[in-house]
């Protein structure tokens, strides 16, 4: 169960026992007037006595990657550590804003601490090393690891969706998402030297 102290004595929160049977527990932060509890089974919103799903979306991820740490960045943001795939920053409501892992900058993915600096900066102590993250940077970190894109040489934006021209062709993904996919715009094969947008 998880259990209270009130500065005297423990006294276990009820339904928690129950709720708990055979989950491990990674975590537990404050989640805006409810208790945001990470477990083995994903993440859940603990309020008067009862348990709710925080995010399904973030649950399915945390199914595949563990759940290992949680942070309370500010009251519009949670971090998620996982030992498998990095991070996983969410809004209050539980919906993903961004997966940072060794593919978008992080030196490795297994995070085994938390905490933020006085300037907003996401530090996380990982299996190997220390990284940060400059949650208000306008900059992403995209790495082509297997070379899909090739040299790029422009890039453009229009209609909410990021084009980008290389020695391999024109690709598009959408620009609004954390976690970009890159795909080849059929017939643009070969050289692409530059990219304007006229007119939308």
Do not use: C
């Not at 994903?42 to 309020?47: A, D, E, K, S, T």
């Not at 949650?135 to 040489?153: F, M």
């Amino acid at each position: 169960g998880i259990f209270e102290f009130n500065g005297k004595s423990f006294s276990e929160l009820p339904a928690t026992r129950q709720f708990l049977d055979g989950k491990a527990v990674t975590s537990i932060i404050d989640g805006n007037n409810a208790l945001l509890v990470g477990t083995s089974k994903g993440v859940f919103r603990y309020q008067n006595g009862v348990f709710s799903v925080f995010s399904s979306e973030l649950n399915r991820l945390l199914s595949q990657y563990q759940l290992n740490k949680a942070y309370r960045i500010n009251s519009k943001q949670f971090a998620f550590g996982t030992l498998l795939n990095g991070l996983i920053i969410t809004d209050e409501e539980g919906k993903i804003l961004h997966i940072l892992n060794k593919n978008h900058g992080l030196p490795n993915n297994t995070i085994l601490a938390l905490t933020a600096d006085s300037e907003g900066n996401l530090w996380a102590g990982l299996d190997n090393g220390i990284g940060m993250v400059n949650l208000h940077s306008p900059l992403r970190h995209y790495h082509d690891i297997d070379g899909q894109l090739g040299a790029v040489y422009d890039a453009a934006v229009l209609d909410n969706k990021l084009y980008i021209g290389s020695n391999h062709g024109l690709f598009v993904t959408s620009f609004a998402t954390s976690k970009p996919s890159f795909r080849l715009i059929p017939n643009t094969q070969g050289q692409v030297w530059s990219l304007d947008v006229f007119d939308n």
